[in-house]
Nanobody
Framework: QVQLVESGGGLVQAGGSLRLSCAAS????????MGWYRQAPGKQRELVSD???????SYANSVKGRFTISRDTTRNTVNLQMNSLNPEDTAVYYC????????????WGQGTQVTVSS
């Protein structure tokens, strides 16, 4: 099993920045991808960004150029630096992890609220 704990959400004004962190523990060796998803009220959960164990990174088009994902392998953490936030970024953000040989994440954090005021 893998446990994921997010931190860093909060309330920020439009144009501001937040940094999310996700700490992983447990069977870390089984994970080959970690990332961030978000779910806004009334919408489906969507991928924001992810990073593979090999360092390959992907971003949703809506956050490219504003968000940066990074990982610290020594601390088993994945971070999401979010700049130039706008109200459309308001959502619950979830850390996710995927085990090898799986197509979709099979571990999820509890979620952290990000609210961007206009």
């Amino acid at each position: 099993q893998v446990q994921l704990v997010e931190s860093g959400g909060g309330l920020v004004q439009a144009g501001g920045s937040l940094r999310l962190s996700c700490a992983a523990s447990g069977r870390i060796s089984s994970i080959n991808l970690m990332g961030w998803y978000r779910q806004a009220p009334g919408k489906q959960r969507e991928l924001v960004s992810d990073i593979t164990s090999g360092g390959s990174i992907s971003y949703a088009n809506s956050v490219k150029g504003r968000f940066t994902i990074s990982r610290d392998t020594t601390r088993n953490t994945v971070n999401l630096q979010m700049n130039s936030l706008n109200p459309e970024d308001t959502a619950v953000y979830y850390c996710a992890a995927r085990s090898a040989f799986r197509q979709t994440p099979n571990y999820w954090g509890q979620g952290t609220q990000v609210t961007v005021s206009s």
